[in-house]
């Protein structure tokens, strides 16, 4: 285990980096809620703006097959019969 040299300076120089950019992070953050909490007070649905983000980071055959596939549970759900044990508890 003597043999082995480990370069200390590049493991803590590594560390500051990963820390400077949690810190960074933390940062980016807090201006992500701030500018949901100004669109919040104008009056707009913070769930439906965060839902839009989503659906822009998915590429556009990716939305579509979640719309499809939506659909299709829609339906299917809505043409099946009730449930008599479901339609009890509700």
Do not use: C, H, W
Request: charged share 40%.
């Amino acid at each position: 285990m003597s043999d082995i040299t480990i370069p200390g300076g590049k493991i803590r120089s590594f560390i500051e980096r990963i820390e400077n950019l949690d810190a960074e992070l933390q940062e980016l953050n807090e201006q992500k809620r701030e500018v949901f909490s100004e669109a919040k007070g104008e009056g707009f649905d913070v769930k439906i703006l965060k839902e839009i983000v989503k659906l822009r980071k998915q590429d556009q055959d990716e939305r579509d097959e979640r719309e499809s596939l939506l659909d299709l549970y829609m339906r299917a759900m809505e043409t099946a019969p009730a449930d008599k044990a479901a339609a009890k508890a509700a």
